[in-house]
């Protein structure tokens, strides 16, 4: 596609439900990364993958936190037991090379927690 | 742990006045840094990336530097207008070997007619 697609826009979750969020990054983009961005702060790092392989996933919070893109293309990131302090957006961004360059952000997903 | 800071976290200007905002790092051991925007419940728009063999980069009215060495960048924005009105971010690239971003906290920015 033309850029980075996120679904849903926006998930409202009562505590302890499960959610998963979709990326769909430009077409045959290499690289993917996801972020969380916490109301008034910058974007924080959460994973990265490279094709289908997750090199890195220092940023997850916690256990209850995990991501996936079997086939190298579309990504998801699930969220077990939501707690409030969960709530955030959840920006996912692609880019076409592994190394050093500028990536494209998608719209993000804002999960809000009750 | 490399750190981003960006002052002033807001900023309210008329229309027409140059502006400057500004970002600092502790590690200069950095690939490159990016501005982006960011509009309201919108993701990020890439305004400029500078490569850290290079001084600055242009994009029309946006102009933004880099001195690596003492770890500084600054986007300055010229005769702004009502619809540069937005959160601008500042992001490097270091100390991975596939461009992880660290952001700093954003600089609300204001322009009222």
């Known amino acids: 596609g033309a850029g980075v697609s996120q679904s849903p826009r926006y998930k409202v979750a009562k505590r302890g439900q499960d959610v998963a969020l979709r990326c769909d990054p430009i077409?045959?983009?290499?690289?993917l990364f996801w972020y969380q961005q916490a109301l008034g702060q910058g974007p924080e790092f959460l994973t990265y993958f490279q094709n289908e392989a997750q090199l890195d996933k220092s940023g997850l919070p916690s256990d209850r936190f995990f991501a996936e893109r079997p086939e190298g293309s579309v990504s998801t990131l699930k969220i077990q037991r939501t707690q409030q302090e969960d709530s955030a957006v959840y920006l996912c961004?692609?880019?076409?090379?592994?190394?050093?360059?500028?990536?494209?952000f998608g719209s993000g997903t804002r999960l809000t927690v009750v | 742990k490399q750190e981003v800071t960006q002052i002033p976290a807001a900023l309210s200007v008329p229309e027409g006045e140059n502006l400057v905002l500004n970002c600092s790092f502790t590690?200069?051991?950095?690939?490159?840094l990016q501005w982006f925007r960011q509009d309201p419940g919108k993701g990020l728009t890439s305004l400029l990336l500078i490569q850290s063999s290079q001084r600055e980069q242009t994009s029309g009215r946006l102009n933004a530097s880099l001195d690596k060495s003492s770890g500084r960048s600054t986007l300055y924005i010229a005769a702004s207008q009502p619809g540069d009105s937005a959160t601008y971010l500042c992001a490097v690239d270091g100390g991975t070997s596939y461009g992880k971003l660290t952001f700093g906290q954003g600089t609300i920015l204001t322009v009222h007619p």
């Open positions: 590690d200069s051991a950095i690939y490159n």
């Open positions: 077409s045959g983009h290499v690289s």
């Open positions: 961004a692609s880019s076409s090379r592994t190394l050093h360059y500028g990536y494209t």
